[in-house]
């Protein structure tokens, strides 16, 4: 008497149980071993679920409104190959969903890109467009001449440590 095994619920086209899911192939920008360690980092997980916490629907404004996407990837708008030490800064993320993340590393400077105010911890927001502005070489009217210096809680870590006092 032989013995089979029972069948197994999946859904269709689902692989076979014990296939390890494959990992994302990199883009062309993000190819560099050096960059894509950055990503791999728990910090980073936690900076980039912290963004995604606040900020669950893509920023990206389309004729006037807000994309209406569940957002999906953390988009730097200054790379990392430009500035490293501004990987981890909840100021230089937005979130797009996928149709939405433009295919270079950071913010393209000749982009008509807007997106929606960034959402941080302890009501903190920030408005990227003043951002991608200045690196443009342009003011906004909302940049109120901060001349691009961060507010006194502009990183995660300091945003955490004051909501422990």
Same mark, same amino acid.
């Given at each position: 008497?032989? +013995?089979?095994?029972?069948?197994?619920?999946?859904?269709?086209?689902?692989?076979?149980?014990?296939?390890?899911?494959?990992?994302?192939?990199?883009?062309?920008?993000?190819?560099?071993?050096?960059?894509?360690?950055?990503?791999?980092?728990?910090? +980073?997980?936690?900076?980039?679920?912290?963004?995604?916490?606040?900020?669950?629907?893509?920023?990206?404004?389309?004729?006037?409104?807000?994309?209406?996407?569940?957002?999906?990837?953390?988009?730097?708008?200054?790379?990392?190959?430009?500035?490293?030490?501004?990987?981890?800064?909840?100021?230089?993320?937005?979130?797009?969903?996928?149709?939405?993340?433009?295919?270079?590393?950071?913010?393209?400077?000749?982009?008509?890109?807007?997106?929606?105010?960034?959402?941080?911890?302890?009501?903190?927001?920030?408005?990227?467009?003043?951002?991608?502005?200045?690196?443009?070489?342009?003011?906004?009217?909302?940049?109120?001449?901060?001349?691009?210096?961060?507010?006194?809680?502009?990183?995660?870590?300091?945003?955490?440590?004051?909501?422990?006092?």
């Amino acid at each position: 008497m032989s +013995w089979h095994k029972p069948p197994t619920a999946r859904r269709p086209g689902a692989p076979p149980p014990g296939d390890k899911p494959k990992l994302p192939v990199a883009r062309g920008y993000d190819s560099d071993p050096a960059i894509r360690a950055y990503y791999k980092t728990a910090e +980073w997980a936690r900076v980039r679920k912290l963004c995604l916490t606040f900020n669950p629907v893509c920023q990206l404004i389309v004729n006037g409104e807000q994309c209406h996407q569940p957002a999906r990837i953390a988009h730097q708008l200054i790379s990392p190959r430009v500035n490293p030490n501004k990987v981890y800064d909840w100021q230089n993320i937005v979130m797009v969903c996928d149709a939405h993340h433009p295919d270079t590393p950071g913010e393209p400077i000749d982009s008509n890109n807007v997106y929606a105010i960034t959402n941080g911890i302890l009501g903190a927001t920030f408005d990227p467009n003043t951002l991608i502005a200045r690196m443009r070489g342009t003011a906004l009217p909302s940049d109120n001449g901060r001349d691009g210096k961060p507010g006194s809680y502009h990183t995660v870590e300091s945003l955490l440590k004051r909501l422990k006092r």
